[in-house]
């Protein structure tokens, strides 16, 4: 099965709302998580990514959070521009991994003007 | 540009004849990954090297499919006698790691499209 996957297939926001993104993974071991954004035609793009001793890390416009004890993340991006539109994957990346990203399914996010 | 580069970006076969991409990736970093990408899913880990040194190919599809990075710069996967479920993005990443841990990002080339016949 997945170890890690998105709530929901695609995302419609209009310009200028915040966008939320929300993944799950099923190991509670896992230590490590990387948010990747990817546009048409180009490979995944490292956007941010938290370890399990912190809960927030905020970035440029995002701010993913991490609840360990139901094993959630999200993504937010503030005030979204139409160059936000993408593919958007969480991918779990921890040590018993060796730190290679397993990737779930994506979000496609939708920015309408 | 100095992003990692995969050639060719494109590629059409017939299903049983043997291809070969090739990925350049980003001056002086160590590692570096495949991956294989099929339609509305994330990326499949394939196998990654660090500098010559291929350290994981248990992900590899098949025994039909290799890769090599004769040199630790460029590197190489072939696929063997192609099938039709072999058609996918093949994606390749670079990272400038040099010790064990989460401390170096990925940076992923734009990948090779492969359609078998």
């Given at each position: 099965g997945e170890s890690v996957g998105l709530h929901l297939p695609?995302?419609?926001?209009?310009?200028g709302d915040n966008?939320?993104?929300?993944?799950?993974?099923?190991?509670?071991?896992?230590?490590?998580?990387?948010?990747?954004?990817?546009?048409?035609?180009?490979?995944?793009?490292?956007?941010?990514?938290?370890?399990?001793?912190?809960?927030?890390?905020q970035g440029q416009r995002v701010t993913v959070l991490l609840n360990k004890t139901v094993k959630h993340l999200s993504l937010q991006i503030a005030a979204t521009q139409p160059?936000?539109?993408?593919?958007?994957?969480?991918?779990?990346?921890?040590?018993?991994?060796?730190?290679?990203?397993t990737f779930g399914r994506g979000t496609s996010l939708i920015v309408h003007p | 540009?100095?992003?990692?580069?995969?050639?060719?970006?494109?590629?059409?076969?017939?299903?049983?004849?043997?291809?070969?991409?090739?990925?350049?990736?980003?001056?002086?970093?160590?590692?570096?990954?495949?991956?294989?990408?099929t339609l509305g899913q994330g990326p499949e880990f394939l196998t990654y090297f660090q500098n010559e040194a291929q350290?994981?190919?248990?992900?590899?599809?098949?025994?039909?499919?290799?890769?090599?990075?004769?040199?630790?710069?460029f590197s190489t996967?072939?696929?063997?006698?192609?099938?039709q479920g072999d058609s996918a993005m093949y994606l390749c990443a670079s990272s400038p790691r040099k010790e064990r841990g989460p401390t170096d990002t990925q940076y992923f080339g734009p990948g090779t499209r492969l359609t078998v016949l």
């Open positions: 695609t995302l419609s926001v209009q310009e966008s939320i993104i929300n993944c799950a993974y099923s190991n509670s071991a896992s230590d490590y998580f990387i948010w990747y954004k990817q546009e048409s035609g180009k490979g995944p793009q490292f956007i941010i990514d938290i370890r399990s001793n912190m809960d927030k890390r160059g936000d539109s993408a593919v958007y994957f969480c991918a779990d990346a921890s040590s018993g991994g060796s730190y290679i990203p | 540009d100095t992003g990692v580069s995969q050639n060719p970006r494109h590629k059409i076969t017939k299903r049983g004849q043997n291809v070969t991409f090739r990925c350049d990736p980003i001056s002086e970093h160590n590692r570096l990954y495949w991956y294989r990408q350290l994981e190919k248990s992900r590899l599809l098949s025994d039909r499919f290799s890769a090599e990075r004769p040199k630790g710069s996967l072939e696929i063997q006698r192609t099938e």
